[in-house]
């Protein structure tokens, strides 16, 4: 997977990503996120590595010099710097040549939650990183129908990996769970084509739409992310946010859309809606949510398999309802 040299397989994504923060923060407990992070992920560090004692360097790619400030932040004792690209849920796009060259300064490993894109549409070790995760229970299954996740990188650190945290954790991907991953991932191609050309539509669909505040999709020419996105990656992908303003708004159109199933889930063929402040997001502070730009109207998608004109035409009715 990923071109790596082996991939250890997990029980979900937060179990590989458990395990491999584990694993290096073992050695070297100083480890640096992005504060544009899945709310699992950010969930383990305050609730699991803050109290473990590791200490954590939060930067904001979002920030011009964010990689200078950061490898200037950075000691000799860093364990790790993690990443996700594009992330979840504001679609930040971070340079990947840019955070691997700050890993590389310090010595530390890059990894990086390639969940969102899939190998398909991004292969971060070939832009330098060392160690790639995934959350398989989305794209990489791709039915919705299974949990796993995966960790990728280079033999010596796999194999200490499966013996040490892989086996005394116990996050071990079940065999049913892998027959159905290893049937998901034969139709990824093309599942992810179809992804990435029905979230365009519908990205475009809603920032030209009145009721719409704002639209965050690497494939619109306008989005922050757009140059590095076409740079690293070979498709866009099938996730987007937008906001509405207000929170009973964005409410109201979730649940009035007929197409889109409401659910924290993200991959599967039927396309899916979630609200962060109340789902995904939500053991974070309204404050903290702000920082992020995931105000109380924000909603993010996965675009799914059906007729893109569908899709479009179930939003336009529950905009304009
Ligand atoms: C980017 C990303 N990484 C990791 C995870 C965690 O994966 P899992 O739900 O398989 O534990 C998620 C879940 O939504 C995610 O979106």
Not at 28 to 34: M, T, V
Not at 91 to 100: A, F, N, P, R, Y
Not at 271 to 285: F, G
Not at 307 to 316: C, G, H, R, S, T
């Given at each position: 997977l990923e071109e790596g040299e082996k991939t250890r397989s997990f029980a979900s994504g937060m179990g590989a990503i458990s395990a491999?923060?584990?694993?290096?923060?073992?050695?070297?407990?100083?480890?640096?996120?992005?504060?544009?992070?899945?709310?699992?992920?950010r969930a383990f560090i305050e609730q699991y590595l803050i109290p473990s004692?590791?200490?954590?360097?939060?930067?904001?790619?979002?920030?011009?010099?964010?990689d200078e400030e950061l490898s200037r932040r950075l000691?000799?004792?860093?364990?790790?710097?993690?990443?996700?690209?594009?992330?979840?849920?504001?679609?930040?796009?971070?340079?990947?040549?840019?955070?691997?060259?700050?890993a590389k300064k310090v010595g530390a490993p890059l990894v990086v939650d390639n969940t969102f894109a899939t190998p398909i549409l991004q292969?971060?070790?070939?832009?330098?990183?060392?160690?790639?995760?995934?959350?398989?229970t989305k794209y990489l299954g791709?039915?919705?129908?299974?949990?796993?996740?995966?960790?990728?990188?280079?033999?010596?650190?796999?194999?200490?990996?499966?013996?040490?945290e892989g086996s005394y954790l116990g996050a071990t991907l079940s065999p049913f769970n892998a027959w159905l991953l290893l049937r998901g991932m034969k139709t990824l191609p093309l599942r992810m084509d179809a992804h990435c050309r029905g979230a365009m539509m519908v990205a475009e669909f809603l920032s030209g739409h009145p009721g719409v505040k704002s639209v965050h999709y690497p494939g619109l020419s306008k989005d922050p992310g757009h140059k590095i996105a076409s740079s690293q990656m070979k498709g866009f992908g099938g996730m987007l946010s937008f906001s509405l303003g207000d929170d009973q708004r964005a409410r109201r159109v979730a649940s009035g859309l007929e197409l889109f199933k409401i659910a924290v889930s993200l991959g599967d063929p039927e396309?899916?809606?979630?609200?962060?402040?109340?789902?995904?997001?939500?053991?974070?502070?309204a404050e903290e949510r702000m920082t992020l730009g995931i105000d109380p109207g924000f909603l993010r998608v996965s675009v799914g398999l059906e007729?893109?004109?569908?899709?479009?035409?179930?939003?336009?009715r529950a905009l304009e309802r």
């Open positions: 491999i923060l584990i694993h290096l923060a073992k050695k070297h407990p100083e480890i640096a996120f992005p504060k544009v992070l899945y709310g699992g992920t004692g590791c200490l954590i360097h939060w930067f904001d790619p979002r920030e011009e010099g964010w000691s000799p004792d860093t364990g790790a710097i993690f990443a996700e690209t594009p992330s979840n849920p504001v679609m930040t796009v971070i340079d990947l040549e840019k955070l691997s060259s700050a292969k971060p070790l070939v832009l330098g990183a060392d160690i790639v995760v995934h959350s398989a791709g039915h919705g129908d299974l949990l796993g996740g995966t960790v990728t990188g280079k033999a010596s650190l796999i194999d200490r990996l499966s013996f040490e396309s899916l809606i979630e609200h962060p402040a109340s789902l995904s997001h939500r053991q974070m502070t007729d893109p004109e569908d899709l479009v035409m179930d939003l336009k």
